[in-house]
């Protein structure tokens, strides 16, 4: 295949959604998955789903993104800063990873770590990752179906 000489290469077909309305994390996934897979009725139906239906056993371990006041010494701030705290299991035991905390905070077991996670969710404005293998995501197996 001959180019003319200072042709630039044509660019790859990349899949890029922009942003309507307040979309951006449906947008997010389906430009990292390079097409549409996600609606906005799909995506609320995910985000909808109860606690109970985690299957926590075949869960590394949690990301949550969370709002987190804002001090000055002992001087508390009217703002809010986001602050990623990690969950995980040892030992059988669930733990509160956050790093500002002086320790590990046991959280106990699965009803203890459900019980953390609906009182985070229900101050509003947190987001939970979850890790999983690769293995446990291609199986779908994260999730309980009863």
Known sequence: MSRVPGAQPSPPSVYHERQRLELCAVHA????LQ??????EAADEI????????ALPQVLGLILNLPSPVSLGLLSLPLRRRHWVALRQVDGVYYNLDSKLRAPEALGDEDGVRAFLAAALAQ???????VVTKEVEEKGCWLRTD
């Open 29 to 32: 996934l389906n430009n990292v």
């Open 35 to 40: 097409q549409q897979l996600f609606s906005q």
């Open 47 to 54: 985000c909808k789903r109860p606690l109970s239906q985690l």
């Open 124 to 130: 509003g404005l947190c987001e939970v990752l979850l």
